[in-house]
């Protein structure tokens, strides 16, 4: 965002691409906030394969879906791991940390809404305090879980449910065989808690470990942890 700044334009145009910044997006939604800056599309590919690179029309990484995730987190906010799935054709700051890989797009889902998770968060909360770098992120004990796994597929279609809800991710959605995405709030709430109720059977809780986690995120309303509890339940 600094050795870069001479890229950066003020107003959309012709040719040019949004910069994302970490606060732009939260969990499961890459329009939290509108952008700040555009960046020329030629000007930032140069950037991008420097003084030596060949310039052939080749495939670079900000043309496809990637993981981000916010750098700036506090084990104080409401939630500390924000993460999403980022659309094509865009740029990114430093204050969003990103990953094309894994390059397996049902496993970017997958991957995103274990990060999103309450369970996880509780981990990653334990160590961060201003930054949630991949130091932290590398430490984090995720399932290594593929399509053989009869719950891979569930998270999958839940967490694509809460992500492709605009047009910059039908490709996405047609790969996971789903039409479309969920925007109604009281659904997505539903499928959140959904989602969070799977994960805590996946790493093996009781119901009163659960409770317990969710009782560790104070700003959260207690509806969400209700629900959360009640599709914990139902599994």
């Not at 939260?26 to 690179?53: C, I, M, S, T, V």
């Not at 900000?62 to 700036?72: A, K, T």
């Not at 590398?138 to 999958?156: A, E, G, H, M, W």
């Amino acid at each position: 965002m600094t050795n870069d700044s001479h890229l950066f334009y003020t107003e959309n145009a012709e040719g040019r691409l949004p910069l994302y910044e970490g606060k732009m997006i939260h969990q499961f939604n890459h329009l939290w906030k509108e952008p700040k800056y555009w960046l020329d599309e030629q000007e930032a590919r140069k950037a991008l394969l420097g003084k030596k690179g060949q310039e052939n029309g080749q495939t670079l990484d900000y043309q496809g879906y990637r993981l981000g995730f916010r750098d700036v987190a506090s084990n104080t906010n409401e939630r500390t791991m924000i993460a999403t799935v980022l659309p094509p054709k865009i740029f990114t700051g430093n204050t969003l940390i990103i990953s094309k890989f894994p390059q397996n797009n049902a496993e970017l889902i997958a991957i995103v809404g274990l990060l999103n998770s309450f369970v996880v968060d509780t981990f990653i909360r334990q160590k961060v305090t201003a930054h949630c770098n991949m130091f932290y992120v590398y430490q984090l004990p995720i399932p290594r879980l593929t399509k053989k796994d009869s719950i891979f597929n569930q998270i999958v279609t839940r967490a694509a449910k809460l992500i492709c809800t605009t047009p910059e991710f039908d490709d996405l959605a047609k790969e996971v065989g789903l039409e479309s995405g969920v925007t109604n709030p009281d659904e997505r709430a539903e499928i959140r808690a959904e989602l969070d109720a799977m994960v805590a059977h996946l790493y093996g809780l009781t119901y009163e470990e659960f409770e317990h986690i969710l009782g560790t995120f104070p700003i959260v309303k207690d509806e969400v942890k209700d629900r959360a509890l009640e599709a914990f339940n139902k599994i």
